[in-house]
């Protein structure tokens, strides 16, 4: 019963190196989404996708790279990475048939950037 | 574009009070409405949502909400708190559709003193 997998858990880049946060959901849900969250700020969304093949900016999302070859899998690519980019960072899934809306989480990736 | 204010940033009770956390929407149509709660260092678990029909909605953990349309609220209130419900408390409002996408608020932090 994984549902939503992020890794890794802990992340600490120096300015400029490039990683990515892995997520993926046995759910077979459609949707896959992206999610910073900073004090006072709540969650912001970074990308998100409907489909294997299908994304979209969200709010915030200078900086990110993303792709979606399969329904399972749903990267986030930081290029170069910059302290701003220093966040928890959450997956979120969810279906697009029926009653939409309800999104499932990961636990989170916390990334530091010095 | 629809958005979401919490007014509380914090909030203290004593276990065993009663709660109300605040949570007002902005958006054209009819909402989804959600409530998130997180614990420290956790994801995001859904409490409760709000699609349509009875505006009042019952949750996990003995938590409800009012939809007010006149008022664009969705106020969370349980009538007796535990201790184990201190967290943080995130309302979120949603769009029907495929390419839905969740707009979160900035959280209310419940602390809840013995």
């Known amino acids: 019963n994984a549902g939503v997998t992020q890794t890794p858990k802990f992340q600490v880049l120096k300015t400029g190196q490039s990683m990515t946060l892995q997520c993926a959901q046995d759910?077979?849900?459609?949707?896959m989404s992206w999610y910073r969250q900073d004090p006072g700020m709540g969650l912001r969304l970074i990308h998100y996708?409907?489909?294997?093949?299908?994304?979209d900016q969200g709010e915030v999302p200078n900086g990110y790279n993303v792709s979606r070859s399969t329904t399972e899998d749903f990267p986030l690519r930081l290029l170069s990475a910059a302290p701003s980019q220093t966040s928890v960072y959450f997956c979120?899934?969810?279906?697009?048939?029926?009653?939409?809306?309800?999104?499932?989480f990961g636990e989170g990736s916390r990334l530091t950037v010095l | 574009a629809q958005s979401v204010t919490q007014p509380d940033i914090h909030i203290t009770v004593s276990e065993g009070a009663s709660l109300e956390l605040r949570c007002n929407y902005s958006?054209?149509?009819?909402?989804?409405l959600f409530w998130y709660v997180q614990s420290p260092g956790q994801g995001l678990q859904l409490l409760l949502k709000?699609?349509?029909?009875?505006?009042l909605v019952q949750g996990i953990k003995g938590f409800e909400a009012e939809f007010k349309r006149s008022q664009s609220s969705f106020n969370l209130r349980k009538p007796s708190v535990h201790w184990s419900d201190a967290a943080e408390y995130f309302c979120?409002?949603?769009?029907?559709?495929?390419?839905?996408?969740?707009?979160f608020g900035t959280g209310t932090r419940l602390q809840v003193t013995l």
């Open positions: 996708s409907v489909g294997a093949g299908i994304t």
């Open positions: 979120a409002v949603g769009t029907t559709g495929t390419a839905s996408k969740l707009t």
């Open positions: 759910m077979n849900h459609e949707y």
């Open positions: 979120a899934s969810r279906r697009t048939s029926g009653r939409t809306g309800e999104l499932f």
């Open positions: 958006y054209g149509a009819t909402p989804y």
């Open positions: 709000y699609f349509s029909g009875d505006t």
